[in-house]
Nanobody, 121 residues
Framework: QVQLVESGGGLVQAGGSLRLSCVAS????????MGWYRQAPGKQRDLVAD???????NVADSVKGRFTISRDNAKNTVYLQMTRLEPDDTAVYFC???????????????WGQGTQVTVSS
């Protein structure tokens, strides 16, 4: 079993900051890319940012310069530091991790349960 557990969401005023964390636990061989998607009501789930095991970072244009992704491989954790938050950032934020369960096994994406971020104007 592999579990991803997010924390750090909440309600914040526009211009404020939040830091999301996501920890992967369970039985697995290797974690490759980790990242964050978000889904606002009535909209599709979109990539916010992700970071490879080699620290290559991909960030959506809508959050570039405001959000920073990082990871701690020793803790199997990925972080999303969100600053200068805007009402349009309101969404459920989902963590994901690309994981192989066994050596030479095929990878698959695992997802967290989501954490709500609400930005008031």
């Amino acid at each position: 079993q592999v579990q991803l557990v997010e924390s750090g969401g909440g309600l914040v005023q526009a211009g404020g900051s939040l830091r999301l964390s996501c920890v992967a636990s369970g039985s697995f061989f290797r974690i490759y890319t980790m990242g964050w998607y978000r889904q606002a009501p009535g909209k599709q789930r979109d990539l916010v940012a992700d970071i490879s095991s080699g620290d290559t970072i991909n960030v959506a244009d809508s959050v570039k310069g405001r959000f920073t992704i990082s990871r701690d491989n020793a803790k199997n954790t990925v972080y999303l530091q969100m600053t200068r938050l805007e009402p349009d950032d309101t969404a459920v934020y989902f963590c994901y991790a690309r994981i192989t369960r066994v050596e030479r096994g095929s990878w698959r994406n695992y997802w967290g349960q989501g954490t709500q971020v609400t930005v008031s104007s």
